[in-house]
């Protein structure tokens, strides 16, 4: 069976107390943040911070910000 996984795009690569680097992954940047592979419980400590938080990457690639 796979590790569960999500894609987390933040702004700002500024963590919260609590996540150590060991449980995440940074990806990619593109315009709209950073891109990083975390699993579901670190997904939720970095919801308030984050912009969008996907199980799909293909959803991260293709977000444009409604600017």
């Given amino acids: 069976m796979r590790k569960k996984k999500r894609y987390v ?10 996540v ?6 940074f990806l ?3 315009s709209s943040g950073y ?4 699993s579901p419980k670190v ?6 911070s984050a912009i969008l938080i996907s199980g799909s990457i293909r959803k991260l ?3 444009k910000s409604a600017k």
Avoid: W
């Fill in 9 to 18: 795009l933040l702004k700002e690569l500024k963590f919260t107390e609590g």
């Fill in 20 to 25: 150590s680097n060991d449980d995440m992954q």
């Fill in 28 to 30: 990619f940047q593109n």
């Fill in 35 to 38: 891109v990083l592979k975390v």
């Fill in 43 to 48: 997904a939720e400590k970095l919801r308030p």
């Fill in 61 to 63: 690639k293709l977000y």
